[in-house]
Structures are given as structure tokens and as C-alpha cells.
């Protein structure tokens, strides 16, 4: 495979980068808004809560489907069909004036960020060969990831504070119109060969399953972890999972191929993604309450304060693209994820002493040149030697693994923050709180950095060449198995 033409790679590498930079924008971009919110729409601690669970329900239980529809239908047509509903979502979110119009508009945001997610990094997998396009274009696949999410909370603060609380829905539009632009100009409709039937009952079990431990994760907040609706939700997702698994073995064509699960680089990279978004999530959540719970920095003075970190994220995106060259994506996973720790468990001394160079600047830069690097790495192992026609799924599997980390991780860091905090409302308690919560992340990182050597292949894997001296990164699926292995 050589890849787009160099005419075209510049506008698909923009897809790339505008689809999941929207996804992670939206991932954060209302936590500092919430108080707005709740101003103007009486949404109490309920209603404020489902306006992030709104967009993590089906985002969360649908990713694994939407992955495997980037295999089926043609791409232009699902990438436009998808952004189209996000604007729309946001445009009807943004002008809601009940509480459950904001919410609505935020489920549908969810939906389409289901099909929008695996579909970017497909793109990086199918449309440039592996070596120095794959790594180039997973650095922006990265890169929109990490940036994403802390310019979520830099503008989220700016917008509510100089503008509106609606403007946190409504600025997706802009990107949506850029990234329409970039899909007409550098994805073309074609369907990958080899088309077959979708695996409709294996999507609907794993969706079922998905979306009820999330649920499960979800209720701990309100009802605790051995309370019988959570107890109930958790039992419901292991069934339907067992269910999907035990389908899988016998339908023709599978949603989830029982090959996948000897590709030691994808689970290594999706093992290591479920943990390191758990602590990022967590860390994006917990700093943000210490700006302005514990330092008293107002949203504007909270979302620029994160700007350090898109800077961090920009030189690890850099390093880990040399690094990854030469010595493959395993090194880059366990520094990545051991510097990122570091940040964390330096964020956990940050209390209300602190100034701003060494409470927030220094570890922002240590975890976010960490983060940054770990993601490109991360991004390239769960590609490595996938075949074109599977693509969507490798990347709905990464994806699927980061969000459920994602939602586990915040709750349990939630649970373990307010185990210290108590009843405690003054500066010092909550700083104990999220500080604690903060060093309890670090050590997730360092598990899953860890983990990830552990179990991705020490050799990377190098792309055949043709008969006509063109590179080939794409194989049969046994040979792709094979290649993966340690030599």
C-alpha cells in the first residue's frame, strides 16, 4: 500500500485530526461549564451528571459497532452522515432551553462520536503504510486525541466566562464545517474488499453489555459499589458480554474475529489505553477541581492554565515519532507512561500553598510530554499488521477499551477522593481529596506502562515488499498474526 496521493494526504490527515479532536473536545469541554448550566436550566446534581453521561452511554456502548460499520459502509458517506449529526446535536443542545434538550443533545453527540472515533484512526491505518507516513500520521491522530481534551477545558472557561454556557455546544459547529471540507477533499466513498453481512446480534449483545456496566460504573455515584441496582447493572453487562463471546464462535462472520485476541500488540495497547484514560480523564477532572476549589482560579484562569499541557503534549508527540522509528512503539509505551505518572504524582502534592509553577506548571509539562508520547505509541500498536478490512474494528476495540477505562477510573478515583475528603468542605480537605485521588492514577499509568511491555511484541513489525519493490503493509490475517510475534 503507498498510501493517499501526496496531494490528498495533507486534507486526510486534517480528517484525521478535526474528527477526533472534535470527540475529545467534547469530552471535556462541559465540566467547566456545568455551573452555567445548571443556572440557567435547573438541572440540579442529577441533571448535571447526565449531561456527562448523556454523551458516555452510547459513545461508550456503541463504539465497538461504529468501528465495525468503518468496515462496511463507504467512508465518505459515514464520516459526513456522523458529522452531520454531531452538528446537528449541537446546534439543538446549545439552544435547549429544558433540561432534557441539552441532554438529548448531548446523546446524540455521543452517538455520532461512536462511529467518528474509530473511523479517524481507520483512516491512519488504511491510508498510510506503516514506517514514516503511519508514525507522522498517528502523531496527528495523538496529538488531536491528548489536545482535544485539555482545549476542551480552556475553552470551556473562555466561552462561559466571556460569552455563553451555549457557545460550549455550539463552537462544534465550526469544526464540523472544517471537517465536512476536509472529508470531501481527501476520503474517498470507496468500501473496503472483501465485504460481508455485519454480525447484527454480536453488536447489539456487546452494545447491551457496554452500556450496562457503564451504567453499573455510573450509579456507583449516587448509590455506592455494593448497592443492588449497581450490583444488578455490573451482572446484566457480564451476561450480555458471555452472551456476545459465546455468539461469536459461531457466526460465519463475527463482529469481533477470535484472531484478534492472539494480536498481542492490540491487547497490550488496548490494556494500556483502558488505564491511561483513566488516570487522564481523572487528572483532567481533579486538577480542574483544584484550580478553582482549592487556588480559587476562576474558568478563564482555570482553561488557561491547561495550555501547558497542549504544549507538553506537542514535544512528546515529537519525541515519541523518533523514538517509535527506530526502536518501535514498545520503549515509547513504558517511558511515555512512567513520565506521565510522574506528572500525576507530582499534580498530588498540589495544595493551597501552592503557586503556579510548581502546583500546576511543572507536572502539567511532565505528564503531558508523557501522555502525548504514550498515545502515539499506543495509536501504532493496536495498528500494527491489522488488514485494511479490519481496520475499524482494531480501532473500535482501542477505543472501546479507553472508554470504559475511562468511566471505571473516574468512579473509582471519585469513590477514593471523597473516602478522604469525608465531610470536609474547606480548601485543605478537598486538596487531601483530589490529591490523593491524583497519586492513585499514577499508579494505574505505571500498571498499565508496564503491562503494555509486557505483553506487546519486542520486534515491530516491518511491511512486506512486492515484487515491484512497493511497500505492502497489508497481508493475510495469519501472516499479520505471525509478523507480530517476537522474532
Known amino acids: 500500500m503507498s498510501g ?7 486534507a486526510t490527515s486534517a480528517v484525521v485530526f478535526l474528527t477526533m479532536f472534535l470527540v475529545s473536545l467534547d469530552l471535556s469541554i462541559v465540566n467547566v461549564a456545568l455551573p452555567a448550566m445548571d443556572a440557567a436550566l435547573d438541572l440540579g446534581p442529577t441533571g448535571l451528571a447526565w449531561v456527562i453521561n448523556a454523551f458516555l452511554l452510547p459513545y461508550a456502548g456503541l463504539l465497538l ?37 441539552l441532554i438529548v443533545g448531548r446523546g446524540l453527540q455521543g452517538v455520532a462520536a461512536a462511529v467518528l472515533t474509530p473511523m479517524s484512526l481507520a483512516l491512519v491505518t488504511s491510508e498510510f503504510e506503516e514506517g514514516a507516513a503511519r508514525n507522522k500520521a498517528m502523531a496527528v491522530w495523538g496529538g488531536a486525541g491528548a489536545a482535544g481534551g485539555a482545549l476542551g477545558v480552556v475553552l470551556s472557561g473562555l466561552l462561559t466566562d466571556h460569552l455563553n454556557w451555549r457557545w460550549v455546544m455550539w463552537v462544534n459547529v465550526v469544526f464540523v464545517v472544517a471537517a465536512m471540507v476536509a472529508v470531501l477533499r481527501g476520503v474517498d466513498n470507496r468500501i473496503p474488499a472483501g465485504r460481508r453481512r455485519p454480525d447484527i446480534l454480536g453488536g447489539l449483545l456487546v452494545t447491551a453489555g457496554v452500556t450496562a456496566l457503564v451504567m453499573g460504573v455510573i450509579d456507583t455515584g449516587d448509590r455506592g459499589w455494593g448497592a443492588p441496582q449497581v450490583v444488578g447493572w455490573f451482572g446484566a453487562g457480564v451476561v450480555a458480554l458471555l452472551a456476545f463471546a459465546a455468539v461469536e464462535t459461531r457466526v460465519a462472520d463475527p463482529l469481533i474475529p477470535l484472531e484478534f485476541l492472539r494480536r498481542r500488540a492490540l491487547i497490550g495497547a488496548s490494556v494500556f489505553g483502558f488505564l491511561l484514560t483513566s488516570a487522564q480523564i481523572a487528572s483532567f477532572f481533579f486538577v480542574s477541581q483544584i484550580m478553582q476549589r482549592v487556588l480559587g482560579y476562576s474558568p478563564t484562569e482555570t482553561g488557561l492554565s491547561f495550555l501547558p499541557f497542549c504544549v507538553g503534549i506537542m514535544i512528546g508527540l515529537r519525541a515519541a515519532q523518533v523514538v517509535a522509528r527506530d526502536h518501535g512503539p514498545r520503549p515509547v509505551l513504558l517511558a511515555g507512561g512512567l513520565l506521565g505518572a510522574a506528572g500525576l504524582f507530582w499534580f498530588g502534592f498540589t495544595g493551597p500553598a501552592s503557586g ?18 504514550a498515545m502515539v505509541a499506543m495509536g501504532l500498536a493496536a495498528s500494527s499488521g491489522v488488514p485494511v478490512d479490519q481496520a475499524g474494528l482494531a480501532s473500535g476495540i482501542l ?9 471505571l477510573g473516574l468512579a473509582v478515583l471519585v469513590t477514593v477522593a471523597d473516602s478522604v475528603t469525608g465531610d470536609g468542605t474547606t480548601p485543605g480537605a478537598l486538596s487531601d481529596g483530589f490529591a490523593t485521588a491524583l497519586r492513585v492514577a499514577a499508579v494505574l499509568l505505571v500498571i498499565g506502562a508496564v503491562a503494555a511491555t ?23 490475517p495469519a501472516a499479520d498474526i505471525t509478523a507480530e510475534e517476537p522474532r
Do not use: N
Open 65 to 101: 459497532l461504529g468501528g465495525r460499520l468503518a468496515d462496511l459502509v463507504g467512508r465518505r458517506t459515514l464520516l459526513l452522515g456522523s458529522l452531520g449529526v454531531f452538528a446537528v446535536a449541537s446546534l439543538f443542545g446549545g439552544a435547549a432551553q429544558e433540561g432534557w434538550q
Open 399 to 407: 477505543s472501546s477499551a479507553r472508554q470504559l477505562g475511562g468511566a
Open 356 to 373: 503556579f509553577v510548581t502546583g500546576i506548571l511543572g507536572p502539567s509539562l511532565v505528564c503531558s510530554i508523557g501522555v502525548g508520547a
Open 4 to 10: 493517499p496521493p501526496t496531494t490528498r494526504r495533507g
Open 454 to 476: 509486557v505483553i506487546v511484541p519486542a520486534s515491530h513489525p516491518k511491511p512486506p515488499i512486492s515484487d515491484s519493490g512497493d511497500v505492502m503493509s497489508r497481508s493475510s
